[in-house]
T-cell receptor, first 113, second 117 residues
Framework: DVKVTQSSRYLVKRTGEKVFLECVQD?????MFWYRQDPGLGLRLIYF???????EKGDIPEGYSVSREKKERFSLILESASTNQTSMYLC????????????FGPGTRLTVT | AQSVAQPEDQVNVAEGNPLTVKCTYS??????LFWYVQYPNRGLQFLLK??????LVKGSYGFEAEFNKSQTSFHLKKPSALVSDSALYFC???????????????FGKGTKLSVIP
């Protein structure tokens, strides 16, 4: 089975802090994704990476950056956390090829105070 | 641009009754379609997908979905609902053709299913 893990289930940070969310997958997937999930808005794509060291902006990249130095790991960085970044963050990975489904991690619920 | 609509924020159904969760999509050309389920405080779990072929797709936990090209719909169904099916359900679409956004999977806003004992 595909396993996608995220470094924290719950995280509380202060406004202005730099925040790192880590995601690791164990299936040698080429593509990895970061979403945020908010009530009534569904899932919105922040960034994705189709291969190591490659990244592309999604629908809502402002205030975020990403890093993918190794194939199995995809990090989401909040350079200066703000209260409007309080959300559930979901990481996903999939095999390259548009017909393949994405596999999701358990999510990190981030609260910025 | 591709989009997905889930017209019902919430669906209530009695245990043992059939359930349907609706999804319509908009995409250029042919679609790949997916259903995911999310249990409380969990990530999304893949249920089933339509790629090509038979319009009726069977997936995990007894769920199935019917692809209707003329109505651009991909409704999720189950013949007999269980209380344990209560969760948040997401429909998603990706265009078959390559091009801008071809990596992206566009999700609907989700439908909360409540199965009443």
């Amino acid at each position: 089975d595909v396993k996608v893990t995220q470094s924290s289930r719950y995280l509380v940070k202060r406004t202005g802090e730099k925040v790192f969310l880590e995601c690791v997958q164990d299936m040698d997937h080429e593509n990895m994704f970061w979403y945020r999930q908010d009530p009534g808005l569904g899932l919105r794509l922040i960034y994705f990476s189709y291969d190591v060291k490659m990244k592309e902006k999604g629908d809502i990249p402002e205030g975020y950056s990403v890093s993918r130095e190794k194939k199995e790991r995809f990090s989401l960085i909040l350079e200066s956390a703000s209260t409007n970044q309080t959300s559930m963050y979901l990481c996903a990975s999939r095999q390259s090829g548009r017909k393949y489904e994405q596999y999701f991690g358990p999510g990190t619920r981030l609260t910025v105070t | 641009a591709q989009s997905v609509a889930q017209p019902e924020d919430q669906v209530n159904v009695a245990e043992g009754n059939p359930l349907t969760v609706k999804c319509t999509y908009s995409v250029s050309g042919n679609p790949y379609l997916f259903w995911y389920v999310q249990y409380p405080n969990r990530g999304l779990q893949f249920l089933l997908k339509y790629i090509t072929g038979d319009n009726l797709v069977k997936g995990s936990y007894g769920f199935e979905a019917e692809f209707n090209k003329s109505q651009t719909s991909f409704h999720l169904k189950k013949p007999s609902a269980l209380v344990s099916d209560s969760a948040l359900y997401f429909c998603a679409v990706r265009a078959v053709q390559s091009g801008a956004g071809s990596y992206q999977l566009t999700f609907g806003k989700g439908t909360k299913l409540s199965v009443i004992p």
